[in-house]
């Protein structure tokens, strides 16, 4: 089975501030990862993920994520946060060949930008 | 870009009620999820579907709970008699292949027991 920890509840910061959410998982087979996005009172967006090939995988608004094998980890980074990026963020994982292609995902972080 | 699609977005419901949210996968997915999102709480999976069956359920999917395909479009979660503790956000999702790709949410329902 997999498992997700997002440690960070929440991760307060300012505006154009660099932020890091950090995201490790557990799990006995290799894995697919995911990071996703909610905005207030909306469904589940997927930000960016990884399946293969490169580690470092980027999004459309500047977010990026790295995939550590060695140390189990796929942090959420971006070097200068919007006001429009206040949501919570969901990391989850797929595991190859356990399960049917379920995603489990962690307890999320919200990220409060201010001015 | 396709959208999986959900209906109601938010409905209302009597203790002991019967509900059924309803969902529109896209349209060459094969493979069919749902899952819920208690307030303030993470995501989690319920009950995966392909070919026309269950092919994985979760420990919170219950007798109370079931799912149908009945016409090749829509996907249906029904909730026999709603609990409070099932007032919560339903996320429906769809897949055209395995592992992982082009995995995709609807917007959810939300549903509230009262």
């Known amino acids: 089975a997999q498992s997700v920890t997002q440690l960070d509840s929440q991760v307060p910061v300012f505006e154009e501030a660099p932020v890091e959410l950090r995201c490790n998982y557990s799990?006995?087979?290799?894995?697919?990862l995911f990071w996703y996005v909610q905005y207030p009172n909306q469904g589940l967006q997927l930000l960016l993920k990884?399946?293969?090939?490169s580690t470092l995988v980027e999004s459309i608004n500047g977010f990026e994520a790295e995939f550590n094998k060695s140390q189990t980890s796929f942090h959420l980074r971006k070097p200068s946060v919007h006001i429009s990026d206040t949501a919570e963020y969901f990391c989850?994982?797929?595991?190859w060949g356990t399960g049917f292609q379920k995603l489990v995902f962690g307890t999320g972080t919200r990220l409060l930008v201010s001015p | 870009e396709p959208e999986v699609t959900q209906t109601p977005s938010h409905q209302v419901t009597q203790m002991g009620q019967e509900v059924i949210l309803r969902c529109v996968p896209i349209?060459?997915?094969?493979?069919f999820y749902w899952y819920r999102q208690i307030l303030g709480q993470k995501v989690e999976f319920l009950v995966s579907?392909?070919?026309?069956?269950?092919?994985?359920k979760s420990e919170i999917f219950d007798d109370q709970f079931s799912v149908e395909r009945p016409d090749g479009s829509n996907f249906t979660l029904k909730i026999r008699s709603t609990k409070l503790e099932d007032s919560a956000m339903y996320f429906c999702?769809?897949?055209?292949?395995?592992?992982?790709?082009?995995?995709?949410f609807g917007s959810g329902t939300r549903l509230t027991v009262v």
């Open positions: 579907f392909y070919n026309n069956e269950i092919s994985e």
């Open positions: 989850a994982v797929l595991g």
């Open positions: 799990s006995s087979v290799s894995v697919y």
């Open positions: 990884y399946l293969s090939g």
């Open positions: 349209s060459n997915h094969l493979y």
């Open positions: 999702a769809s897949h055209d292949r395995g592992l992982g790709y082009g995995y995709t």
